[in-house]
């Protein structure tokens, strides 16, 4: 959420973010109350959990790379540990 206020500082006019905002403040409380404190961050690194269908939950860690003079585009990765529970999971993806 931290990094989400930070993008939209970087675009204030951009009116489809404030859209976006505006919608998901309306239709998910946890949402605007995170939205409400302001938080504030660039968030380049740290750990994630995300759920995949087939199978189940992941620890990845994340790289946010800010690309020079590339008009705001950034290259986002994931990786999993190896050994990891969530290295065995993306294996048995592939």
Avoid: I
């Amino acid at each position: 959420m931290a990094s989400l206020r930070y993008v939209a500082g970087q675009y204030p006019d951009d009116r489809a973010l404030a859209e976006l905002v505006g919608e998901l403040s309306m239709k998910s409380r946890e949402f605007a109350r995170l939205w409400a404190k302001h938080d504030v961050r660039l968030c380049s690194n740290g750990t994630k959990r995300l759920h995949h269908p087939q199978v189940g939950d992941l620890d990845l860690h994340y790289e946010l790379l800010h690309l020079p003079d590339s008009n705001g585009q950034r290259l986002l990765t994931h990786t999993a540990a190896v050994g990891s529970a969530a290295a065995d999971a993306l294996a048995l993806l592939g």
